[in-house]
């Protein structure tokens, strides 16, 4: 049975998305994976909360393999991934949702390949970013249609000196986007992100970035954002998935 896949952050916890929700774990060569099977608006979605039900895995020991072997397992084929970043532009007026086009991961070495030589052009699936990006016209005033994502490995936060030197190269840093991005790509699946930015990076408009802060502020953007997702899902569906003639297979009775 084919389902579309989310994964989502901090405060996707805090927040009813799905219903009829049943928890799975899955083993995968990669390890451990932790899934919610439920639907939005009838259509069968899969969650993955990429920091744990009990937010105990922090961004740079996330198994982002066993995530996505999980979902490729499953029968899953087009990702949403939400996901919280600091804005290092400040001309941009926050708060703002941007769906990346691009990204830079320098550091975090994430493939899902250890023991084989594998090369994938690395990139975010340009069909799901353009869903996102006509939903997100709908719920929120401010939205950056383009922008390249620079992924820091984590889990602190950004020094001032390394935001004055990625500032040049991106639009907004976050910790998991990228490594989604092409983990997602080695096991062939369609992946892209949608991003509220909730914060100025450490030091863009003198900002002092604290952890708290920057979850209360994620939290309240996050309703917009799953508006967003809500409507993306049944758009995915109609103009994705439905067009491979799948859709009676996986849209639930009523």
């Known amino acids: 049975m084919l389902r579309i896949g989310i994964v989502g952050g901090t405060n996707i916890l805090e927040i009813d998305v799905l219903h009829d929700v049943r928890e799975k774990v899955l083993r995968t060569p990669y390890g451990v994976a932790e899934v919610e099977l439920g639907s939005i608006n009838s259509i069968e979605v899969t969650l993955i909360q990429r920091h744990g ?27 949403v991934g939400m996901n919280s970043v600091g804005c290092l532009k400040e001309e941009v007026k926050l708060p703002a949702l941007i769906i990346p086009h691009d990204y830079i991961d320098f550091f975090s070495g994430a493939t899902a390949f250890r023991d084989k030589l594998v090369h994938i052009t690395p990139g975010f699936d340009e069909e799901i970013r353009k869903i996102l990006i006509r939903c997100a016209k709908k719920h929120a005033v401010n939205v950056l249609e383009k922008g ?16 004055s ?54 939290g ?31 849209r639930k009775s009523h």
């Open 53 to 79: 039900k009990k937010q105990n895995k922090p961004p740079h020991a996330i198994n982002h393999a066993a995530n996505f072997y999980a979902l490729k397992k499953l029968g899953i084929s087009h990702i």
């Open 148 to 163: 390249v994502y620079f992924q820091s490995r984590g889990p602190r936060l950004e020094t001032k000196a390394e935001v």
């Open 165 to 218: 030197v990625i500032k040049n190269w991106a639009d907004c840093v976050g910790m998991t986007a990228a490594s989604e991005a092409t983990v997602a790509k080695e096991f062939g699946l369609r992946y892209a992100a949608i991003c509220t930015m909730d914060n100025y990076a450490h030091g863009i408009k003198n900002e002092i970035v604290d952890y708290e802060e920057i979850r209360k502020r994620a």
């Open 220 to 250: 309240k953007n996050a309703e917009i954002c799953l508006k967003v997702i809500e409507e993306a899902v049944r758009v995915i569906w109609d103009e994705c998935i439905d067009k491979e003639g799948k859709n009676s297979r996986c």
